[in-house]
Nanobody, 124 residues
Framework: QVQLVESGGGLVQAGGSLRLSCAAS????????MGWFRQAPGKEREFVAT????????YYADSVKGRVTISRDNAKNTVYLSMNSLKPEDTAVYYC?????????????????WGRGTQVTVSS
């Protein structure tokens, strides 16, 4: 049974930082591109970042580029999202997702497995 479990969310002031983690189990993690998405109340799920199987390739949404870094540790079956200079508009539930042997693009439909999310709230 595949499980993706996010952690690290919370309440932070604007300008602050957070590091989200997503621990994967039940899959061969190194064969999955991994992505982070977010969904704010009343809005559609939005792409944030993705990383290739081996971690050599990353891609970011324009809205977070320069403030966010995605990374992975295949030995720990974990993907991370480090966020700096947080803004109130970053407030959302953040989800990680896994794309088997895929390119890990920006479309949610490319991903087969999803976590349940972790809440990030940025106060002004």
């Amino acid at each position: 049974q595949v499980q993706l479990v996010e952690s690290g969310g919370g309440l932070v002031q604007a300008g602050g930082s957070l590091r989200l983690s997503c621990a994967a189990s039940g899959l061969t993690f190194s064969r999955y591109a991994m992505g982070w998405f977010r969904q704010a109340p009343g809005k559609e799920r939005e792409f944030v970042a993705t990383i290739s199987w081996g971690g050599g390739s990353t891609y970011y949404a324009d809205s977070v580029k320069g403030r966010v870094t995605i990374s992975r540790d295949n030995a720990k079956n974990t993907v991370y999202l480090s966020m700096n200079s947080l803004k109130p508009e970053d407030t959302a539930v953040y989800y990680c997702a896994a794309d088997f042997l895929g390119s890990g693009g920006s479309s949610p439909q490319q991903y087969q497995y999803w976590g349940r999310g972790t809440q990030v709230t940025v106060s002004s």
